[in-house]
């Protein structure tokens, strides 16, 4: 059993900063890549920003230049700053741990999600 715990959620205006931060913990075996997705009221969960092991990110489109993500891999620790935060950019966010049973298998962890609120 994997636990994710996220936090920094909250309520912020137009264009101000908030930044996420999930721990991981439990049966960590072989991590592959860790990341942040997010779903808004009657939308598809989508991904916001991930990081490979290896320190690799991506992002979505809508976010590219105002998020950052970063790591602390002997923490197990993911970390999402978001700058420049919009309207639409309001949503859970969830913490995604991707690891890789027997070298190749995808196992997904997910968080609770914390909900980030941008007021106009």
């Known amino acids: 059993q994997v636990q994710l715990v996220e936090s920094g959620g909250g309520l912020v205006q137009a264009g101000g900063s908030l930044r996420l931060s999930c721990v991981a913990s439990?049966?960590?075996?072989?991590?592959?890549?860790m990341g942040w997705y997010r779903q808004a009221p009657g939308k598809q969960r989508e991904l916001v920003a991930r990081?490979?092991?290896?320190?690799?990110?991506n992002y979505a489109d809508s976010v590219k230049g105002r998020f950052g993500i970063s790591r602390d891999n002997a923490k197990n620790t993911v970390y999402l700053q978001m700058n420049s935060l919009k309207p639409e950019d309001t949503a859970v966010y969830f913490c995604?741990?991707?690891?890789?049973?027997?070298?190749?298998?995808?196992?997904?962890?997910w968080g609770q999600g914390t909900q980030v609120t941008v007021s106009s």
């Open positions: 995604n741990l991707n690891q890789l049973r027997l070298g190749s298998i995808p196992v997904d962890s």
């Open positions: 439990g049966n960590i075996f072989r991590i592959n890549a």
């Open positions: 990081i490979s092991s290896g320190g690799t990110t």
